[in-house]
């Protein structure tokens, strides 16, 4: 593979440790009081939930999101923390990737009446996807250093 400047494995880790970026700045920008004390964020996932042509989105979060609003909001705010740690850190990569896509999915899904939700959950998907089969832990990461994956 020819590339400019930085090396193939390179690139990916820069894709990588942009994710994890971008992860930390999803969670930066959450309003952690409202969302722990108030449940707004669940609240507003909530309103959504309930208009949401499938059946099953509706039902699904009715089932696991409703009945624990309070677990739910750390489970989401802690998520978006550790996705972005590891990945700028390339620790434990492959579960970050992995992770991150099926939370992308999961927002996609509840978002998909929502185009401005889309491009950039679809996006983060992609890096996700394309850093996990591009092996992006290879270089620049605790995962390289320590011997892992």
Not at 15 to 31: A, F, I, N, P, T
Not at 51 to 69: A, E, M, Y
Not at 73 to 102: D, I, K, N, Q, S
């Amino acid at each position: 593979m020819d590339t400019i400047w930085l090396s193939g494995a390179e690139w990916l880790a820069v894709l990588r440790v942009g994710l994890g970026l971008w992860w930390l700045e999803s969670w930066r920008h959450k309003d952690r009081k409202a969302w722990l004390r108030r449940g707004t964020g669940i609240t507003w996932a909530a309103d959504i939930a309930a208009k949401h042509r499938w059946t099953l989105v509706r039902s699904g979060f009715d089932t696991v999101v409703k009945p624990r609003p309070r677990t739910m909001a750390y489970v989401v705010l802690y998520a978006e923390l550790a996705l972005g740690v590891g990945l700028v850190l390339g620790f434990l990569t492959p579960l970050a990737l992995a992770g991150g896509a099926l939370l992308n999915l999961v927002y996609f899904v509840l978002m998909i009446h929502d185009w401005a939700e889309q491009g950039q959950n679809s996006m983060m998907a992609l890096i996700s996807v394309v850093g996990l089969f591009g092996m992006a832990w290879q270089t620049w990461s605790l995962d390289a250093a320590l011997g892992w994956f």
